[in-house]
């Protein structure tokens, strides 16, 4: 850094995500930072802590660590300076874009009879519009094949050009080749036969890609792309139905099925930050906090359990991640404390994505980093006959992500951790094909 000026100015690229409350969702307002390192805006925490209930109340609604009672909270100014240098860029950014947006076009022709209403109308607000990532895929998926049957029609009619010219040859030329008939001959098809290898290479490469980009493209579950995902595959909804060769491989059964179970949600465990679904399959960061009545069962970070108490034998199921920023999945016992995070404690084992690359397993409270892309969706096997615990990353096959050893002198449940500033995030337990 001392090679820079003073004046230098470094991007540093921030979502609002980054400078947002848990507890509101909304940009840090005088901010607070806590002992334990969280941040939260000053009224949201009064309110929390306000509305607690028996016991101390005076504990970080994240991590759930303990403060001395009527600790003096003070403001984080760099958190502040950050929130408002964000906000005044934001601000920047949207002027910017309204200023670039198009002139509006030339009046009506003299026969068209004006649109009284849009001129009375009041001008909609612009809203940015972003592809989400399966979109994009699919834009791919689709160009990939373009390109493959542009390479494939470039080999058709090479081949037929050159059955054409020793067609020709055939007919007209009877005769020898000469010398140097027979070397331009030879050129010709040494030049011609390394253009067919160098098309056959392109489309190999591009037939990799496409079915790299076919692995990746897996239409979303959850609520908010169900419109999407009944558009493409209703044959009736277009009238140009989708190639076949851009759907998704399909994946194998995995070798795990025979054990699989199918656990679901236990209410007296979830937390008040959290909702399920209707057949307690899935798991969801709720927009505002539920009045769930109070429960020693329930904890009190966004953690939840599964009813299912696995005592022997060997079970297998599948979490799918992908729309949760920051989670954690594992199992624990029914005992595991209610204000401890998963994997922090004897009784409890867990892998954990922080969503920014931070990929660990915790087992007796003991952390592992682990080297790995994000797994879209895990699979955990249980074997309490061997006392073995392993995590895999389930796609197209299943690579092993962590293994451990377990011992629980009690039941052990399917255990969940979900953490996100963006309501919404959700973790789903997946139905496994046998």
């Known amino acids: 850094m001392a090679g820079l000026a003073s004046s230098s100015a470094i991007p540093v690229w921030l979502g609002e995500d980054d ?20 941040s939260f805006c000053r009224d949201c925490l009064g309110k929390v802590w306000g509305a607690g209930g028996a016991g101390s109340p005076w504990a970080c609604p994240t991590c759930r660590e303990a403060l001395a009672p009527r600790s003096r909270l003070r403001k984080n100014t760099l958190l502040e300076d950050l929130v408002d240098k964000y906000s005044r860029a934001a601000r920047e ?12 076009g030339p009046g009506p022709a003299p026969d068209s009879a004006p649109d009284l209403a ?12 972003q592809k989400s990532t399966t979109e994009v895929m699919w834009e791919l998926t689709e160009v990939a094949q373009e390109l493959v049957d542009i390479v494939k029609n470039l ?4 081949a037929l050009s050159e059955t054409g010219i020793e067609k020709e040859s055939s007919i007209l030329g009877m005769a020898p080749f000469s010398g140097e008939e027979l070397s331009l001959a030879s050129m ?35 609520p908010a792309e169900h419109t999407q995902v009944d558009l493409l595959e209703s044959p009736s909804s277009s009238s140009c139905p989708l190639p076949v060769q851009s759907c998704p491989a399909p994946r194998r059964a995995s070798r795990f099925a025979p054990w699989t179970i199918n656990p679901t949600f236990d209410l007296r465990s979830l937390s008040c930050s959290l909702e399920v679904s209707s057949d307690c399959r899935t798991v969801t960061v709720s927009r505002c906090p539920q009045p769930y009545p ?26 799918d991640t992908r729309y949760c920023n920051h989670w954690a999945v594992g199992v624990a016992s029914w005992g595991m404390s209610r204000d401890q995070m998963l994997g922090r404690t004897t009784d409890s084992w867990c892998i954990e994505w922080r969503g920014t690359g931070q990929f660990s397993a915790w087992t007796m409270v003991k952390k592992t980093e682990l080297v790995s892309d994000r797994p879209e969706v895990v699979a955990i096997w249980l074997d309490l006959e061997e006392g073995k615990l392993a995590f895999y990353s389930v796609a197209s096959q299943e690579r092993l992500l962590y293994e451990c050893e377990v011992s629980a002198s009690s039941p052990l449940h399917p255990a969940f951790w979900l953490y996100g500033l963006s309501p919404g995030n959700s973790l789903t337990v997946k139905q496994v094909k046998e």
Request: glycine letters at 6%.
């Open 19 to 38: 400078l947002s409350c848990i507890i509101c969702h909304g940009l840090l307002v005088w901010p607070t930072t806590l002992p334990c390192g969280h």
């Open 93 to 104: 950014l949207e002027d910017a874009e309204l200023a670039q947006s198009p002139a509006p």
């Open 118 to 129: 849009s001129q009375h109308r009041p001008a909609q607000p612009r809203v940015a519009v």
């Open 155 to 158: 080999q058709n009619q090479r």
């Open 188 to 222: 010709k098809r040494m030049t011609s036969n390394t253009s067919e290898g160098k098309m056959s290479n392109i489309l190999r490469h591009l037939k990799e890609i496409q079915e790299k980009l076919r692995g990746h493209v897996t239409w979303k579950e959850g």
């Open 294 to 319: 109070w429960s020693p069962e329930r904890f009190s970070v966004s953690q939840a359990l599964c009813s299912q108490a696995l005592s022997s034998g060997r079970q297998y199921w599948e979490v």
